[in-house]
């Protein structure tokens, strides 16, 4: 007796369910096409199976209609299940679709306000550059006159002193000076 495993009865066909391994036996009932059955033995000379359907019921059947791929029927419920599930994912999808817009439209929205923010803040900004500038033109300016205000006291006073000092130079010679006696100093 060959070890019990799960078959399918192929999907095309209604077959007979019989009493021995070949159809000269009588028949006990029918399988539909696509019901797993367990195939408990095989018959190498009629090529008949035994197998056990899913009432209970043990039975021979012929070899070439049971299939060790699982049938369409048997996957039928899956498949409509599956189906079922991807199409309430499609109903949702469109209210998820205008969730993403609704969402990305918020965040573009937010983006606008902060970017005018970012705008006024820049203009703002430019603005005090601009006046700073200005101010630092000014303050060069200022300071370019305070030096040249500073080399022209500079010379000024050079000037001053170096006509003190020529005044001093032509007069001073002028000046007669006393002179001592000599009084018996044999040097002088």
């Known amino acids: 007796m060959a070890e019990a495993a799960d078959r399918y009865i192929a999907d ?18 029918s399988i539909n096409a696509g019901e797993p059955v367990v195939m408990l033995d095989r018959d190498a000379q ?17 070899g070439q ?7 369409f029927r048997s996957k039928l419920p899956a498949l409509e299940a599956q189906l079922e599930e991807t199409k309430q994912l499609l109903n949702t999808a469109d209210d998820r679709h205008q ?21 006024t803040e820049l ?11 200005k101010e630092n033109q000014r303050l060069t300016s200022l300071m370019d006159d305070k030096e040249h205000q500073m ?8 000037g001053i002193v170096a006509g003190v ?13 006393r002179r001592k006696r000599k009084n018996g100093r044999w040097m002088n």
């Not at 609704?102 to 705008?119: I, N, P, V, Y």
């Not at 603005?127 to 500038?133: G, I, P």
């Not at 000092?165 to 000076?177: D, N, R, S, T």
């Open 12 to 29: 095309d066909v209604h077959t007979f369910l019989h009493a021995g391994s070949s159809n000269k036996f009588r028949i006990i009932g």
């Open 46 to 62: 009629s090529e008949y199976v035994k197998i056990r359907d899913a009432e209970g019921r043990t039975g021979w059947v012929d």
């Open 65 to 71: 209609f049971v299939q060790s791929n699982e049938s």
């Open 99 to 119: 969730q993403d817009i609704l969402d990305k439209s918020s965040r573009l929205a937010q983006q606008d306000q902060e970017l005018a923010e970012l705008s």
């Open 123 to 133: 203009t703002d900004v430019r603005q005090q550059h601009a006046a700073l500038k």
């Open 151 to 158: 080399r022209l006291d500079w010379l000024l006073n050079g």
């Open 165 to 177: 000092g020529l005044l001093v130079g032509i007069f001073l010679p002028m000046i007669p000076l």
